[in-house]
C-alpha cells in the first residue's frame, strides 16, 4: 500500500528540525538568519509508521528579545525560531482577530501598531505559547503552527513547495510521455493527484481512453473545478472549417505556440481530446519552453533578456463565441525576480504587425526571436507523437510550446481535436484539496 502512496504523494513535508535563530543586538535592531527542516518519508523508506503519526513539535522555552520586538522559541530538539511581534499580533488566531470558519483575518490593518512589542510572552504549555500585549489583549499560538511559519530561509523555501510545488523536471525529446488512464483520473483521488503534480512538474501528461465523442472534456474540466471562457467558447473544436477565423482551423502546420498571449492572463492549462484522427500527418509537436529559455540564457543572455524585457503585441480579431477584438502587449519571457522564466507568451500568428519599440531595437529583437525559435525547434528539444482517438493530452500552457504538422485536405471532416482551457489557480486549487484528502485518508489507515 505504501509503495502506492509514496508513488502518488511527491515529497510531502511536515515541520520540523533546525532553525536558527541569531540576533545581534545593533542599535535596538536584529539580524536573523535560520536553517533546516526534517522531510516527511513513508515507513516504505524505513520510517515506523507511529513516529510518523506522532511527529508534533515540542517548545522548550520562549522569552522575548530585542526590547519586546521579537518572541524566541527553542524547540525541544535544540533548533531556535525568532517572530517578529508585529507579525504576530498581526496574525492572532483569537475570534475577535480571525474567522475560522473563512480562513481569514478579521483584524483591520488600521488598529495595527506596527511598532509593537509584547508585555508578556509565556509558556502554556510545550505546544503553545501565550503573549499578553500592551493594550492587555490576548493571544495563543500553537507549537505546530508556529514551527510550520518559522522565518529561517529553509522553512521558507519549504513553505513555497508545499504551498506552490516549484519544482520542474526540464525535458527534451526524449521524454517518456507521461500516461494515464482517462476515467483513473476522473474517479479516483490518487490518481487525480498523481495526474495534477505530473503536469505541475512535467507540465504535460497524457490521458488515454477517454470517449471518442465531445464533452470529456466537460467531465475533465468539472474533475478540476471549472473550464476557462474564452472568446472561442468554454470547449472549441479543432478541425479544418472554411474562412477559418484561426490558423488551427486549417490543414495547415502550426509552428510551435503557446495559446492566447493576446490576453492579459493567459490560459494556464489546456486540454486537446482527439475525437477523430487523419491517416497521414497531423502529427502533435511539443516542446519545453523552460528549458529552451535556459539554454538561450546560458548560449546568449543578450538574446534572453531582449526576449524577457521588450513588450510585444498581439491582436485576435473576428466572431466565435462572441465577437471580439482583442488587443494586448506581453513579454516573448516573463520572469521573475531571480530572471527565471515563469511563463512563455508566443504565439507568431497572433503577433501584430504594429510594434510598439523604437526602430533601431527592432532587427535586435528579431535576431533574438530567431535564435530562440531555432532552439525550439531543434532536434534535441522537440517531441513529436500522434494523437489516437479518445487520447486527452493535458499541458502547461505557460510552459510548454505545442505546434502541429500539416495533413491533407478532404472532402470531409478528417481530424477533430476538442480543446479547453483551466487556469493554474484552479488547478492548483483541487490539487491541495486532493493531496490534503489523500493524506488524510492515508493517515487514517496507518492509524489503524
Not at 495534477?196 to 490521458?207: D, E, Q, R
Not at 530567431?370 to 534535441?380: A, I, P, Q, R, V
Request: hydrophobic residues 40%; aromatic residues 10%.
Amino acid at each position: 500500500m505504501w509503495r502506492l502512496v509514496a508513488s502518488v504523494l511527491p515529497r510531502v513535508k511536515v515541520p520540523g528540525g533546525r532553525a536558527c535563530c541569531l540576533l545581534l543586538a545593533q542599535k535596538g535592531r536584529s539580524l536573523l538568519t535560520g536553517s533546516t527542516h526534517h522531510h516527511w518519508q513513508s515507513p516504505a523508506l524505513g520510517f515506523h509508521t507511529t513516529q510518523l503519526l506522532s511527529m508534533k513539535p515540542l517548545i522548550q522555552k520562549v522569552e522575548a528579545l530585542d526590547e519586546g520586538h521579537f518572541v524566541r522559541v527553542e524547540w525541544e530538539d535544540g533548533s531556535e525560531s525568532c517572530y517578529p511581534c508585529v507579525w504576530l499580533r498581526d496574525n492572532c488566531q483569537c475570534p475577535h482577530c480571525f474567522l475560522p470558519s473563512a480562513g481569514a483575518r478579521k483584524l483591520v490593518f488600521e488598529d495595527l501598531d506596527v511598532n509593537i512589542v509584547v508585555k508578556e510572552v509565556t509558556l502554556a504549555d510545550r505546544e503553545k505559547i501565550s503573549i499578553i500585549w500592551p493594550d492587555k489583549h490576548s493571544s495563543e499560538y500553537e507549537a505546530g503552527w508556529l514551527k510550520k511559519r518559522c522565518f529561517s530561509e529553509k522553512a521558507r523555501a519549504e513553505m513555497r513547495e508545499d504551498l506552490f510545488l516549484p519544482e520542474h523536471q526540464y525535458w527534451g525529446s526524449d521524454l517518456q510521455l507521461p500516461k494515464m488512464p482517462f476515467e483513473e483520473v476522473i474517479y479516483n483521488d490518487q490518481s487525480a493527484y498523481k495526474w495534477l503534480c505530473t503536469l505541475k512538474k512535467v507540465g504535460i501528461v497524457l490521458l488515454t481512453g477517454a470517449a471518442a465523442r465531445q464533452g470529456e472534456l466537460v467531465k475533465l474540466g468539472h474533475r478540476v473545478g471549472f473550464l476557462r471562457l474564452t472568446f472561442y467558447g468554454p470547449t472549441w473544436q479543432v478541425q479544418d472549417k472554411a474562412d477559418a477565423n484561426n490558423v488551427a482551423y486549417t490543414t495547415g502546420k502550426l509552428c510551435f505556440h503557446t495559446d492566447y498571449p493576446v490576453l492579459q492572463h493567459p490560459p494556464g492549462v489546456q486540454f486537446l481530446h482527439c475525437i477523430k484522427q487523419t491517416a497521414t500527418g497531423g502529427e502533435s509537436e511539443v516542446v519545453d519552453g523552460f528549458h529552451v529559455c535556459n539554454k538561450l540564457k546560458k548560449q546568449n543572455p543578450q538574446a534572453y533578456e531582449i526576449l524577457s524585457s521588450t513588450a510585444v503585441d498581439y491582436t485576435d480579431v473576428g466572431i466565435d463565441f462572441c465577437e471580439f477584438a482583442m488587443q494586448c502587449k506581453q513579454r516573448i519571457i516573463d520572469v521573475d525576480a531571480r530572471g527565471q522564466a515563469v511563463r512563455i507568451n508566443y504565439n507568431n500568428a497572433t503577433r501584430d504587425t504594429v510594434f510598439d519599440i523604437p526602430a533601431e531595437k527592432v532587427r535586435p529583437f528579431y535576431a533574438a526571436l530567431k535564435e530562440f525559435n531555432d532552439l525550439l525547434n531543434s532536434t534535441e528539444h522537440k517531441l513529436t507523437y500522434k494523437l489516437k482517438p479518445g487520447d486527452v493530452v493535458t499541458f502547461d500552457n505557460w510552459r510548454v510550446l505545442h505546434g502541429r504538422q500539416s495533413y491533407p485536405a478532404g472532402a470531409g471532416l478528417t481530424r477533430h481535436l476538442e480543446g479547453a482551457y483551466v487556469d493554474w489557480d484552479v488547478a492548483m486549487s483541487r490539487l491541495r484539496l486532493l493531496r490534503k484528502k489523500v493524506l488524510h485518508r492515508d493517515r487514517a489507515i496507518l492509524a489503524n
